[in-house]
């Protein structure tokens, strides 16, 4: 009697657990993406005075931007295209954890954003979070291979199946008027923070 009530908390501990975690995924994400609209509408009611929080590379003055670049838009369509993608990939990252989703996610900007100011065309001014979504892509598809946890596994080839075509699209330096090198650096950074962070495997039971 003791050992069958003991499993049904456990159980219904796991569910909760896993519930409070999704909520807490999904009111960050939520709020993210909100504030991205936010700061559109300030943006745009200003005249667009916030654009010049874009990275505008190899000036030294400019990288006080690297960061602030990843939460500016270049007008409402340009936001609503980053949405629904930082959207579900930021809740699938956070669904790990959200203080290893918050490193990735650092480590992810701030890299983009260096690397952005090193190798942009001259003259251009860069910012969007499309460089924090081609992380987040890279970082959702190799977590489950790097901690070697089936789902993992299965959740990142369920993404890279869906998003792959479009995010080969994104790396082509013939689009005009896209920051190619940032989604670049972005990918190659989601990958570096998928090893960065990455939780230890799971060891059989047993074990």
Same mark, same amino acid.
């Given at each position: 009697m003791t050992d069958s009530t003991s499993s049904t908390s456990g159980t219904r501990m796991g569910i909760g657990t896993g519930t409070g975690r999704a909520l807490a995924a999904g009111k960050?994400?939520? +709020?993210? $993406?909100?504030?991205? =609209?936010?700061?559109?509408?300030?943006?745009?009611?200003?005249?667009?005075?916030?654009?010049?929080?874009?990275?505008? #590379?190899?000036? #030294?003055?400019?990288?006080?931007?690297?960061? #602030?670049?990843?939460?500016i838009h270049f007008g409402f369509d340009h936001v609503a295209a980053n949405s629904i993608p930082l959207l579900v990939l930021g809740f699938v990252a956070a669904l790990s954890g959200l203080r290893r989703f918050l490193l990735a996610c650092a480590l992810i900007i701030v890299a983009d954003g260096l690397g952005v100011w090193l190798v942009a065309p001259a003259h251009s001014n860069t910012a969007g979070a499309s460089?924090?979504?081609?992380?987040?892509?890279?970082?959702?598809?190799?977590?489950?291979?790097?901690?070697?946890? #089936?789902?993992?596994? $299965?959740?990142?080839?369920?993404?890279?199946?869906? =998003? +792959?075509?479009?995010?080969?699209a994104g790396l082509s330096p013939t689009n005009q008027g896209v920051s190619w090198q940032g989604h670049l650096i972005g990918l190659v950074a989601g990958v570096a923070a998928a090893f960065a962070v990455r939780r230890p495997p799971r060891l059989p039971k047993g074990s």
């Amino acid at each position: 009697m003791t050992d069958s009530t003991s499993s049904t908390s456990g159980t219904r501990m796991g569910i909760g657990t896993g519930t409070g975690r999704a909520l807490a995924a999904g009111k960050l994400m939520v +709020g993210w $993406v909100a504030l991205l =609209w936010v700061l559109e509408a300030v943006d745009t009611a200003s005249g667009h005075a916030l654009d010049r929080f874009g990275i505008q #590379p190899r000036d #030294p003055a400019e990288l006080v931007d690297v960061v #602030p670049a990843s939460f500016i838009h270049f007008g409402f369509d340009h936001v609503a295209a980053n949405s629904i993608p930082l959207l579900v990939l930021g809740f699938v990252a956070a669904l790990s954890g959200l203080r290893r989703f918050l490193l990735a996610c650092a480590l992810i900007i701030v890299a983009d954003g260096l690397g952005v100011w090193l190798v942009a065309p001259a003259h251009s001014n860069t910012a969007g979070a499309s460089g924090l979504i081609f992380g987040l892509f890279g970082f959702v598809v190799l977590s489950g291979f790097v901690e070697r946890r #089936p789902l993992g596994i $299965v959740v990142g080839l369920l993404i890279a199946a869906y =998003w +792959g075509t479009t995010i080969l699209a994104g790396l082509s330096p013939t689009n005009q008027g896209v920051s190619w090198q940032g989604h670049l650096i972005g990918l190659v950074a989601g990958v570096a923070a998928a090893f960065a962070v990455r939780r230890p495997p799971r060891l059989p039971k047993g074990s």
